[in-house]
C-alpha cells in the first residue's frame, strides 16, 4: 500500500497514500505490514480513526484501542502523533508532505483522529513548532498559593482543560495545560539528547524539549491520554518533579464515552483528584481535599481497578 505510493512519488506522479482504519486494527491487526512498510522506506499517512479506548461509544473491547501508539514506537521511522484540534492535525499533515515528499525522507506517519462531535478552537499564534515537537502550552491558570500542570492528549485533552477549570473554581488550585501531541517524539528527542552527551560528557548539554518545556513550571504534573498510562510514562525521567499519569488501562466495554472514562479514571473529575493527591503528597494541600473531591463527585475509591477489571 504505501510501498507503492511512496514509489509513485519517487517517479514524479502525485500519488500520497493514505490508510484510514479503525486504530484498534492498525497495528495490532496488520502490525507486520506496518514493520514491513517501515523496512520498506514507505511513505505515507496511517490514519487511525476512532481512535482511543473511550472516543468510540458503544463499540466494545474489539474496537477500543488503548496501545496503537505504544505499537507505533517500535518502529523506528514511523512519526505518530494523537492531536485533538484541527488545527494542530493541519499542523502535522503540512509537515508530513514537505518530509516525505518535498525533503524525500523515507518515514511515515501514523496520525490518530476521534470520532467525536465538538468544538475546534482557532489557531493560537506561535505553536506550530511545538506542535510538532510533542507539545506545547494551551492553557495558564490564574495566580495561587500552589498550582499543578497538566498534560493532556489527543481525546483526554479536553478533559485535562475541564479538569483545570474545577481545580481553580472548586478548589482554589491553578493550573497550567500542556496539549500533548506526541509523547513518543518527546520521547525520541530525550534519548537523542542524552545519546549526545554519553559520546561528548564535556559539550554543552542539549536540553530534551520536554524539559524545555516543563522546567520552570511548577509541579506536580499529571499525565494523562486515551492509551495506556505507559504511553504519557514515555517522559517520566524528563518531567522536573512528582509525575502522576493515567491512562486507559484494561479491556474496553461497551458504554457511553463519559461512562467510559469515568470507568477509566480519565474524566475531569478523576484528573482532579490525582491533582489534589500529588499536591497532598508534597504537604501543598490538605489530604482531606482528596476526600473531599471524590465525595463532590460522587467517586468511589474502593471500585475495582480498571486495569484489572
Given at each position: 500500500w504505501m510501498a507503492a505510493g511512496s514509489a509513485y512519488a519517487n517517479h514524479g506522479i502525485n500519488m500520497i497514500p493514505f490508510y484510514i482504519y479503525y486504530?484498534?486494527?492498525g497495528f495490532q491487526r496488520i502490525g507486520d505490514f506496518a514493520w514491513a512498510a517501515g523496512d520498506?522506506?514507505?511513505?505515507?499517512?496511517l490514519v487511525g480513526a476512532t481512535a482511543g479506548r473511550t472516543t468510540l461509544a458503544g463499540e466494545g473491547l474489539q474496537h477500543q484501542d488503548g496501545h496503537s501508539h505504544l505499537l507505533a514506537s517500535t518502529i523506528p521511522n514511523c512519526v505518530a502523533y494523537d492531536p485533538c484540534f484541527a488545527y494542530e492535525l493541519a499542523v502535522i499533515m503540512q509537515e508530513g508532505l514537505r518530509r516525505m515528499y518535498v525533503e524525500q525522507e523515507d518515514v511515515f506517519y501514523y496520525v490518530t483522529c476521534m470520532n467525536?462531535?465538538?468544538?475546534?478552537?482557532?489557531?493560537?499564534?506561535?505553536?506550530?513548532?511545538?506542535?510538532l515537537k510533542g507539545m506545547y502550552l494551551l492553557h495558564i491558570g490564574g495566580r495561587g498559593k500552589v498550582r499543578a500542570t497538566l498534560l493532556g492528549s489527543g481525546a483526554i485533552l479536553r478533559e485535562a482543560l475541564a479538569a483545570a477549570a474545577l481545580l481553580e473554581q472548586e478548589f482554589g488550585v491553578p493550573a497550567d495545560v500542556y496539549?500533548?501531541?506526541s509523547f513518543s517524539e518527546l520521547r525520541r528527542d530525550a534519548l537523542d539528547c542524552e545519546r549526545a552527551r554519553m559520546l561528548d560528557p564535556g559539550a554543552a548539554a542539549r536540553v530534551p524539549y520536554v524539559r524545555q518545556c516543563l522546567g520552570?513550571?511548577?509541579g506536580p504534573f499529571v499525565g494523562v491520554s486515551d492509551y495506556m498510562r505507559v504511553v504519557a510514562d514515555q517522559v517520566r525521567q524528563w518531567v522536573p518533579g512528582r509525575y502522576l499519569t493515567l491512562g486507559t488501562d484494561g479491556y474496553g466495554r461497551s458504554d457511553a464515552r463519559a461512562e467510559l472514562r469515568a470507568h477509566f479514571e480519565v474524566d475531569r473529575h478523576w484528573i482532579c483528584v490525582a491533582a489534589l493527591s500529588a499536591l497532598a503528597a508534597e504537604?501543598?494541600?490538605?489530604?482531606?481535599s482528596v476526600q473531599l473531591a471524590l465525595r463532590k463527585f460522587g467517586l468511589d475509591p474502593s471500585k475495582p481497578n480498571p486495569a484489572n477489571a
Open positions: 486504530s484498534m486494527f520498506l522506506q514507505a511513505r505515507g499517512f467525536e462531535n465538538y468544538a475546534h478552537p482557532a489557531i493560537p499564534p506561535g505553536v506550530e513548532e511545538g506542535i496539549s500533548v501531541t520552570d513550571r511548577e504537604g501543598k494541600v490538605d489530604a482531606a
